[in-house]
């Protein structure tokens, strides 16, 4: 995993705890059966609640594969089992770049 977008990742999620937002969502990385990843990130009351996110869909082989949306004040992906750096990455330039890395 890059270091850095998972150190920003943290410290995002540390500058974001108000109290009430670390009690919902706030954020979920967990594990799928395909085997893969799954990320949830809560965006409702943070900077990110109304970004425009461009649907992310790659698909290399049947476990390098990452799929990123944005929906209902939710950034969600699943990836697969070596993809987790990727989906940090996407998730990083996007909230401060506005950019999705190619």
Same mark, same amino acid.
């Given at each position: 995993?890059?270091? #850095?977008?998972? *150190? ?7 500058? /974001? ?7 919902? @969502?706030?954020?979920? @990385?967990?594990?799928? #059966? ?6 949830? =990130? $809560? *965006?409702?009351?943070?900077?990110l609640e109304?970004?425009?996110? #461009? ?10 594969? @990452?799929? !990123?949306? =944005?929906?209902? $004040? $939710? !950034? ?6 070596? $993809?987790l750096p990727?989906? *940090?990455?996407?998730? /990083? ?6 950019? @999705?890395?190619?």
């Amino acid at each position: 995993m890059e270091q #850095d977008d998972f *150190l920003w990742l943290q410290r995002w999620y540390r500058a /974001h705890c108000n109290g009430d937002w670390e009690h919902g @969502i706030g954020i979920h @990385i967990g594990t799928i #059966d395909n085997p893969g990843w799954s990320i949830k =990130v $809560n *965006l409702e009351d943070t900077e990110l609640e109304n970004k425009q996110f #461009d649907k992310v869909y790659i698909e290399r082989s049947e476990h390098d594969w @990452i799929f !990123c949306t =944005v929906k209902e $004040n $939710n !950034c969600e992906a699943a990836c697969g089992p070596t $993809n987790l750096p990727e989906v *940090l990455k996407i998730f /990083h330039q996007w909230a401060v770049y506005g950019e @999705i890395p190619k």
